[in-house]
């Protein structure tokens, strides 16, 4: 069974930046490609970003591009997502999840790292 724990999430200042950490246990997490996503109260799921499993190609939807970067650590067996330039509308708990083919087709994901962006 897939096992993802998302950590790293916080209070951040608007124009602030966070780092969260996306560890798997029971798989090899390079064999999968990695999404983000982000749930907020009263907005729909929204993909922030995904990694492919073999050349490791980052994609970004517009509304993210150039703030927000994955990348991953094979050797830790973690993912991460570095927020930068946040903005209150960031504000929501982030997933990390198996991302079949970088579709968003989301098969497994953790439990979330809240963000809050507030000044």
């Known amino acids: 069974q897939v096992q993802l724990e998302e950590s790293g999430g916080g209070l951040a200042q608007p124009g602030g930046s966070l780092k969260l950490s996306c560890v798997a246990s029971?798989?090899?997490?390079?064999?999968?490609?990695i999404g983000w996503f982000r749930q907020a109260p009263g907005k729909e799921r929204e993909g922030l970003a995904c990694?492919?499993?073999?050349?490791?190609?980052?994609y970004y939807p517009d509304s993210v591009k150039g703030r927000f970067t994955i990348s991953r650590d094979n050797a830790k067996n973690t993912v991460y997502l570095q927020l930068n330039n946040l903005k209150p509308d960031d504000t929501g708990v982030y997933h990390c999840a198996t991302d079949e083919f970088c579709t968003g087709n989301y098969l497994e994901w953790g439990r979330g790292t809240q963000v809050t962006v507030s000044s």
């Open positions: 029971r798989f090899a997490l390079d064999y999968y490609a």
């Open positions: 990694i492919s499993s073999n050349e490791g190609k980052a």
